[in-house]
């Protein structure tokens, strides 16, 4: 059986997207707790930093690196295989 694989350039990026809107919703919410609660001088250092740790911690950007490196090797083979049965 035959892998079916996809080679869409547009899917990871939207994703990541996704993921990044996730992530400012958190940073807005920790930014507004700090901002009440503790001062508002840290509180657009808390949301900066909230965002930093969710990038590093769930390696959303090395993450989007494989699928776009992934996606490249699959439409460089698809390309060969099309030549390669046309000029067999």
């Not at 507004?32 to 250092?45: D, G």
């Not at 808390?46 to 965002?51: D, L, S, V, W």
């Not at 911690?57 to 490196?69: C, G, H, N, S």
Request: aromatic share 14%; glycine share 2%; charged share 25%.
């Amino acid at each position: 059986m035959k892998e079916r694989r996809s080679c869409s350039k547009l899917k990871p990026w939207f994703y990541f997207a996704l993921e990044l809107v996730l992530f400012a919703t958190i940073a807005l919410i920790v930014y507004s707790v700090v901002h009440l609660y503790v001062s508002p001088h840290f509180s657009e250092m808390a949301g900066i930093f909230t965002i930093t740790v969710l990038l590093y911690r769930t390696k959303a950007i090395q993450r989007l690196e494989r699928v776009l490196e992934r996606t490249e090797e699959v439409r460089r083979t698809k390309v060969r295989e099309r030549y390669e049965t046309l000029y067999a």
